[in-house]
């Protein structure tokens, strides 16, 4: 897209120099945010203009303080997995249409690919990576589905065990049903539903015995 | 439309603290603004690169707009509240339990967790060929390729069309005519108050909009009056599969029955229009009749009586016409 397009595409509107200046910028980073990198310094540079959020931000993950540069249109997937490296966060459909990537934002389930990471500033996130308590032992959910041999290619396991933490944390003594209900919102591809949920019962004993 | 379908292309974010500050910015920016609520619909519009707004304004750290609080009789829900809030929120299943079955049934937990019931409400339509960047009326064009011969259309409207065949999307909708319910729009000249059945618009009225809200609006509270507080109620959502998925036909009523008799209705369904659709004439065939599986029939047949259905959702017409049976019936 050249510039000329784009101050045709905008309307009526007056453009002052400095607009025009920036929707160049806009068109190079539209072109080296192809590279499906964020350095770019046409992508530092654009949507800085005019106030708007502060990039430089402190993030709580995993109970940690992570300092990292997020631009303003980033979703929490693209900054756990490719600023702060916390890959076990999965990019499966990056649509909020399967799962994969079901991080606990103040203790509740959310999609990280379909949240902005500044929607998030000041609250507690916590990642598949902060499951496991500080002297390693697992989380009783990650126990279960250890025990159980749940899940077949396990792509979608970090979701899936995200969402069994948030429910078997705060139901205690829930049912199958219950749990298949809680885990309507992750998809298995490999179609390993019935083992899966045999490890959600089992976290939801193994949930009774730890309190 | 090769597109790059990873990450959303450069704009500036405005996260507002105040109605009046998220005001003024939509009316800097206009046309070229958009309004993020919980995110769900616009997310896969900025990823497609087809919505390229210029400045992202965020309604996440506007306290005014969330919570639910009594009101006299009834209840003023902010708009910014999250799905589950409002499908687990004692006040709601406890008086106003059409609209909690509506708002669990909304896609998956964790959509609920995120998505807002102002966002559910002014939701865009899901017409895939409008959502796939294809220059249809609805996006500025000038021909509908849901209808044309060979199109895949069995989601699409038996009713309202005008040009655009697509169907409003939303679960909470017809609850919220089945409620009476108010809908507060606020821009920078004041505050508009609308009834839930004239928030909505259907394509006659302008084929761009889903709702009456336009650039430099904001849906601003949600009023249900007491009216309907404890009525028999009656949702029901068909839909492909029981997770994720938007509905192909939903019904939602409130009655009120004094011995078996039906004394008051509010019958709306949704999937079936560009609009979710109150359907008076059945609402005034019921009132006055007893509360029985054969009015319920007759509720059915009328309101069906118009339906245009396109080539591939014939199928909604009885599916429409049980579940207003069931929603008449179920009152028993």
Same mark, same amino acid.
């Given at each position: 897209?050249?510039?000329?397009?784009?101050?045709?595409?905008?309307?009526?509107? %007056?453009? $002052?120099?400095?607009?025009?200046?920036?929707?160049?910028? !806009?068109?190079? !980073?539209?072109?080296?945010? $192809? &590279?499906?990198?964020?350095?770019?310094?046409?992508?530092?540079?654009?949507?800085?203009?005019?106030?708007?959020?502060?990039?430089?931000?402190?993030?709580?993950?995993?109970?940690?303080?992570?300092?990292?540069?997020?631009?303003?249109?980033?979703?929490?997937?693209?900054?756990?997995?490719?600023?702060?490296?916390?890959?076990?966060?999965?990019?499966?459909?990056?649509? !909020?249409?399967?799962?994969?990537?079901?991080?606990?934002?103040?203790?509740?389930?959310?999609?990280?690919?379909?949240?902005?990471?500044?929607?998030?500033?000041?609250?507690?996130?916590?990642?598949?990576?902060?499951?496991? $308590?500080?002297?390693?032992?697992?989380?009783?959910? +990650?126990?279960?589905?250890?025990?159980?041999?749940?899940? +077949?290619?396990?792509?979608?396991?970090?979701?899936?065990?995200? &969402?069994?933490?948030?429910?078997?944390?705060? %139901?205690?003594? !829930?049912?199958?049903? +219950?749990?298949?209900?809680?885990? &309507?919102? %992750?998809?298995?591809?490999?179609?390993?539903? %019935?083992?899966?949920?045999? $490890?959600?019962?089992?976290?939801?004993?193994?949930?009774?015995?730890?309190? | 439309?090769?597109?790059?379908?990873?990450?959303?292309?450069?704009?500036?974010?405005?996260?507002?603290?105040?109605?009046?500050?998220?005001? =003024?910015?939509?009316?800097?920016?206009?046309?070229?603004?958009?309004?993020?609520?919980?995110?769900?619909?616009?997310?896969?519009?900025?990823?497609?690169?087809?919505?390229?707004?210029?400045?992202?304004?965020?309604?996440?750290?506007?306290?005014?707009?969330?919570?639910? /609080?009594?009101?006299?009789?009834?209840?003023?829900?902010?708009?910014?509240?999250?799905?589950?809030?409002?499908?687990? #929120?004692?006040?709601?299943?406890?008086?106003?339990?059409?609209?909690?079955?509506?708002?669990?049934?909304?896609?998956?937990?964790?959509?609920?967790?995120?998505?807002?019931?102002?966002?559910?409400?002014?939701?865009?339509? /899901?017409?895939?060929?409008?959502?796939?960047?294809?220059?249809?009326?609805?996006?500025?064009?000038?021909?509908?390729?849901?209808?044309?011969?060979?199109?895949?259309?069995?989601? #699409?409207?038996?009713?309202?069309?005008?040009?655009?065949?697509?169907?409003?999307?939303?679960?909470?909708?017809?609850?919220?005519?089945?409620?009476?319910?108010?809908?507060?729009?606020?821009?920078?000249?004041?505050?508009?108050?609308?009834?839930? *059945?004239?928030?909505?618009?259907?394509?006659?009225?302008?084929?761009?909009?889903?709702?009456?809200? *336009?650039?430099?609006?904001?849906?601003?509270?949600?009023?249900?009056?007491?009216?309907?507080?404890?009525?028999?109620? #009656?949702?029901?959502?068909?839909?492909?599969?029981?997770?994720?998925?938007?509905?192909?036909?939903?019904?939602?009523?409130?009655?009120?029955?004094?011995?078996?008799?039906?004394?008051?209705?509010?019958?709306?369904?949704?999937?079936?229009?560009?609009?979710?659709?109150?359907?008076?004439?059945?609402?005034?065939?019921?009132?006055?009749?007893?509360?029985?599986?054969?009015?319920?029939?007759?509720?059915?047949?009328?309101?069906?009586?118009?339906?245009?259905?396109?080539?591939? =959702?014939?199928?909604?017409?009885?599916?429409?016409? =049980?579940?207003?049976?069931?929603?008449?019936?179920? *009152?028993?």
């Amino acid at each position: 897209m050249t510039e000329v397009e784009i101050i045709r595409d905008r309307g009526p509107r %007056n453009y $002052s120099r400095r607009k025009f200046i920036k929707g160049v910028i !806009a068109a190079g !980073a539209t072109v080296s945010a $192809s &590279s499906y990198l964020f350095r770019g310094p046409g992508v530092l540079t654009a949507g800085q203009a005019r106030g708007g959020v502060e990039r430089l931000m402190t993030l709580s993950v995993n109970g940690q303080q992570r300092r990292v540069d997020v631009l303003p249109y980033e979703t929490l997937a693209m900054t756990l997995r490719y600023k702060l490296g916390l890959t076990g966060t999965k990019l499966g459909c990056d649509r !909020a249409e399967c799962g994969a990537c079901t991080v606990h934002i103040d203790g509740v389930s959310h999609y990280a690919c379909s949240m902005l990471t500044h929607q998030v500033r000041g609250r507690a996130i916590r990642t598949i990576e902060g499951l496991e $308590s500080p002297d390693g032992e697992l989380h009783p959910v +990650q126990q279960a589905v250890m025990d159980e041999g749940g899940f +077949q290619c396990a792509f979608c396991a970090p979701g899936f065990i995200m &969402s069994m933490a948030e429910f078997t944390e705060n %139901n205690p003594g !829930a049912t199958r049903e +219950q749990c298949a209900q809680a885990l &309507s919102g %992750n998809l298995c591809r490999c179609g390993d539903y %019935n083992k899966i949920l045999n $490890s959600a019962e089992r976290a939801v004993e193994y949930m009774s015995q730890r309190a | 439309m090769a597109v790059i379908r990873d990450m959303i292309p450069p704009c500036e974010l405005f996260q507002p603290a105040s109605i009046g500050d998220a005001l =003024n910015l939509l009316d800097q920016y206009g046309e070229d603004s958009w309004v993020l609520a919980g995110g769900l619909d616009s997310f896969d519009w900025f990823k497609d690169r087809i919505k390229r707004p210029e400045a992202i304004v965020d309604l996440g750290g506007i306290e005014e707009l969330k919570g639910i /609080r009594a009101d006299g009789d009834g209840l003023v829900i902010g708009p910014m509240t999250s799905l589950t809030e409002v499908a687990t #929120h004692p006040d709601i299943v406890g008086r106003f339990g059409l609209l909690a079955q509506a708002a669990a049934e909304v896609a998956t937990p964790q959509i609920r967790n995120q998505g807002t019931l102002g966002g559910n409400l002014a939701q865009d339509t /899901r017409c895939w060929y409008y959502r796939g960047g294809w220059p249809c009326y609805r996006a500025g064009g000038n021909i509908c390729y849901a209808s044309a011969p060979k199109a895949m259309n069995a989601e #699409h409207c038996v009713f309202g069309a005008s040009r655009c065949v697509a169907v409003n999307p939303s679960d909470t909708a017809p609850a919220m005519i089945a409620l009476d319910a108010q809908m507060v729009v606020t821009n920078a000249a004041g505050e508009t108050v609308y009834d839930a *059945e004239d928030f909505f618009i259907g394509p006659g009225i302008d084929i761009e909009r889903m709702t009456v809200m *336009e650039p430099g609006d904001l849906l601003t509270a949600i009023r249900i009056p007491g009216t309907w507080a404890g009525a028999d109620f #009656h949702f029901e959502k068909i839909r492909d599969r029981q997770s994720w998925d938007f509905s192909l036909v939903t019904v939602a009523s409130a009655i009120r029955t004094s011995g078996g008799t039906i004394q008051d209705a509010r019958i709306s369904v949704n999937g079936v229009a560009p609009y979710p659709m109150r359907l008076d004439e059945a609402e005034r065939a019921v009132i006055g009749q007893a509360a029985s599986d054969d009015t319920g029939i007759a509720a059915g047949d009328i309101a069906i009586r118009r339906a245009q259905p396109l080539r591939h =959702n014939a199928y909604k017409l009885p599916l429409m016409k =049980n579940l207003v049976r069931r929603a008449v019936r179920a *009152e028993v």
